[in-house]
């Protein structure tokens, strides 16, 4: 049991070292010490990020005839705020330990647990009291109370208020969706296990505007639960380690009638990957109430008028790309390796000169390179021997690596090695970009076929 644990700690420690030798994730602002609860992505990690969010947007708009896509400002009209319910009600319970005066979120049973581990005794904790996690800032040339605003604790927000200029600069019909991808800023009373719980972090949020209806409500919500479970699991994610948890009533945010989530089964317990929520009409209505604007939707067939309902699925970018990398992490055979999805994979091939001290094959694998680099993100390394250079990439998730060799010059052709399978085959180099793409695409097609 206890080396079961070391080994999950271990698996962490491994893949946070991996995330900043590699250059995925960085610790945010770390010459000055850090800055507790951000993170920056590093060279290979802004691949990674613009991979996932760009196949989220792919299947959840390009591809779909019910939903459009916006893009909104993180700063708002505090008023925005007050009319959600989040400078009320968005809050986590707060207790202090009496002793070392560290603060912890008392519904996090484990955490206070381990807390009271390190002091060895029983701790009192002060009464715990509600903590409101909307991150402020100040606006404009004056500091107080009048430019006082909030960095936006979720990104609905941004679509809720713009529902009438969706609904008028579009021909959307019911049940339409509206799609963001963005930051979101939470003042976290413990942030923590890397990036999964961040001050700092970004959102893919589908809302789905659906008749009021209890029979469409449980139908689109049970739509999208599936939806979103198959989306992760084309993604390669081990079906193990995924499920679904349904909300108990005390647990749900203010604004969900009912709230399920993706759990993963991460090195430390399962833990909520994304969440489906059913916010009823709780957003248009209370703008409508603190705006006086009608938010109201008017259905085309039988010209009655009403506020519609909103399936919501909000995941996070951040939480993706941790347990994606913690799923597709490898060691096998003295080698360590990422099996990610080949659409992830921040390069989809590297190319290798056999030796960088000969003119011909440089100047050869310099030319497939350029080739490629136009069609897909590609990799060049020339340094240290081959099995360095594999070694190098597999750490990377790169899924095929393209070696240059003195065959080539005559034969023209090139050795591909398959990250999985470590495989070798000689293909043409006229054919090399065909094969590729149609090796990624065979992947590609198979999240295309949800
Ligand atoms: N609009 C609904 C909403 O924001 P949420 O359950 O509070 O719902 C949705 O957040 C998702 O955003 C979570 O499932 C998680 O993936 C991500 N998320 C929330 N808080 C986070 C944090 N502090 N750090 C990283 N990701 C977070």
Redesign the pocket.
Known sequence: MAQTKDKKENLMEKIVSLCKRRGFIFPGSEIYGGLS?TWDYGPVGALFKKNIKDLWWRDTVQLRDDVVGVDAAIMMNPKAWEASGHTEAFSDPLVECKICHERFRADKEMEIKNHEKTHNKTIEWTKSKKFNLLVKAYLGVLEGEESQIYLR????NGVSVNFKNIINSTRVKIPFGVAQIGK?F?N?IT?GNF?????????M?VQFYIKPEEKEGKKWFDYWKKNRMDWYLSLGIKKENLRFRDHALNER?H?ARM?T??EYKSPWGWQ????I?H?GDWDLKRHQQFSGEDMSFSDPQTGEKYLLWDI?T???????ILFLLIDAYREEGGRVYLKLHPALSPYKAAVFPLLANKPELVKLARKIYDDLRPQFMTAWDDRGNIGKRYYSQDELGTPFCVTVDFDSLEDKKVTVRDRDTMKQERISILKLAEYLKNKLNEDENKILKL
């Open positions: 609860g604790g979720e990104i609905t979101a939470r976290e942030p990036t999964f719980r961040s001050r700092e972090f970004e959102q949020e945010a604004y709230a989530d993706i909520e990957f994304m969440g929520h916010r919501e909000s995941a996070g970018v951040d939480r993706s």
